[in-house]
């Protein structure tokens, strides 16, 4: 048993398809929810053995090409954005590969114990088993490298959200250091007591103000000159 990709926009549960394949000496059958059009006549049953299985290979490519373009799009979207919608993309693709990647090293054991049994038998040379195994391990190790990729890109995500929290809890605590200052000054002359300086100047109301705003610019440059709100 083999699997094969249908090209509808399907979840890959009922994306992927097993494809079932009993022979013996005359007679071929291969059972598949998919259809067959593209598998041409062989000299033999063994080569169309092989044709369905390059066949099913190259859809698999096929995916991973449309999987690349994809994590080559998020991990540019990673750089710039952590908007849920690109999170959730992330979580979908992962999901798709985790699935071939498993039913890929499932697969290959399977694949090579028949390749044995067809080269044993004399029933095909070693050379054609090897192409196809080559290929098999090909889709394999481009499926692992893939699922490396987007695993790295979920870790830049996290990052980058990390970043956006540290940048904006450094801002806001800036923000409260800067309105701070001011609101200690205020809450400190509005106390009801005497003794406090400009009680008696009509204009002391005013000079506070200003003193006040420019202690507060003052800080607030401060600040931003050790980086605290960057």
């Known amino acids: 048993m083999s699997f094969d990709l249908l090209s509808n926009d399907l979840p890959i549960e009922q994306e992927l398809i097993p494809i079932f394949t009993i022979f013996d000496q005359n007679h071929l059958f291969i059972g598949t929810t998919r259809s067959l059009s593209e598998l041409k006549p062989q000299e033999n049953i063994i080569e169309t053995i092989f044709q369905s299985l390059c066949i099913q290979i190259k859809h698999l490519h096929a995916e991973l090409v449309t999987i690349k373009q994809k994590i080559d799009h998020l991990d540019q979207a990673a750089r710039r954005t952590t908007k849920t919608k690109e999170l959730k993309k992330v ?10 990647k498993h039913t890929l090293d499932d697969q290959t054991p399977s694949l090579e114990e028949f390749g044995n049994y067809l080269v044993e038998n004399k029933l095909a040379n070693q050379a054609r088993v090897k192409s196809i195994m080559t290929k098999q391990k090909r889709i394999t190790k481009m499926i692992h490298v893939y699922t490396d990729l987007l695993n790295s890109i979920s870790g830049l995500f996290t990052a980058m959200m990390d970043s956006h ?66």
Not at 196 to 211: D, R, S, T
Not at 216 to 227: A, C, E, N
Request: glycine share 10%.
């Open 91 to 100: 979580t979908d693709l992962t999901r798709q590969l985790v699935y071939l």
């Open 165 to 230: 929290l540290n940048h904006l809890m450094k801002y806001l605590d800036s923000a409260a250091l800067v309105i701070a200052l001011p609101a200690l000054i205020s809450g400190i002359w509005g106390m009801n007591v005497g003794g406090l300086p400009g009680k008696e100047n009509e204009n002391g109301f005013w000079i506070l103000i200003i003193f006040v705003s420019l202690l507060t610019i003052g800080w607030g440059i401060f600040l931003k000159s050790k980086k605290y709100n960057d």
